[in-house]
């Protein structure tokens, strides 16, 4: 019953896949069997690509995937993953938090917003694949996919269009497509187990996340 709750969250967003197979194109041809078709074609937002983002922990630097490199004011490593915590110069935040965990492959940040702003959401969990690629410095890479979670009430997948033109495009293969809806129905079936509640469900996974 739980996974079924997780899956009907997916299912909405997968209605454009004819061109992926797996798990996605699975419930894209599910829907279309089962629903009638929009009277109008959805926009399609113009295709990118994975975007992918360093972290070294020994220059306390990042670098996104545009190459701009930006600091670092913490970081922490531990056998579940690498904590980080940065200043951010945008309209809305002011300080950002985030986890980067390989086991459940998402990225679980918590910003902090300027006086008088505030957010929908309390948690955003990218999903990432994320490898260690030297002594002191990591990998991810972010497949489009996250989940905006409210603690104890909701989690919304978001960016299945931009990861289904990305694969329409040839930006992002089959294989790796299923694999990154694949985790984010994990996450979501994991959240819904645990009352959208995101340390609980990590605690679930022997993951314990701490915040400044």
């Not at 739980?2 to 798990?23: I, R």
């Not at 009277?39 to 701009?68: C, H, M, N």
């Not at 260690?132 to 960016?159: E, H, M, N």
């Amino acid at each position: 019953m739980v996974k079924d709750k997780a899956m009907s969250a997916l299912l909405p967003l997968l209605v454009a896949a004819p061109a992926v197979t797996g798990f996605a194109g699975y419930f894209a041809r599910e829907i279309r069997g089962q629903q009638p078709r929009p009277a109008a074609t959805p926009t399609t937002p113009p295709p990118g690509r994975p975007r992918i983002e360093y972290f070294d922990v020994a220059e306390l630097t990042s670098t996104d995937a545009k190459g701009y490199i930006r600091p670092v004011e913490r970081y922490e490593v531990q056998p579940w993953g690498v904590y980080l915590a940065r200043t951010v110069d945008r309209p809305r935040g002011r300080y950002e938090e985030s986890w980067l965990l390989p086991g459940p492959a998402v990225r679980a940040t918590i910003k902090h917003d300027r006086p008088g702003d505030h957010r929908s959401h309390d948690y955003v969990l990218d999903i990432v694949e994320f490898v260690q690629v030297g002594p002191k410095r990591w990998k991810a890479t972010d497949y489009f996919l996250d989940i905006a979670v409210r603690r104890g009430r909701s989690a919304t997948l978001r960016g299945a269009a931009e990861l289904l033109a990305a694969h329409a495009a040839g930006h992002v293969d089959t294989a790796t497509a299923d694999r990154a809806f694949e985790r984010a129905a994990a996450a979501l079936d994991g959240l819904a187990a645990n009352d959208h509640d995101v340390e609980q469900w990590l605690r679930s996974r022997e993951i314990t996340l701490t915040w400044m």
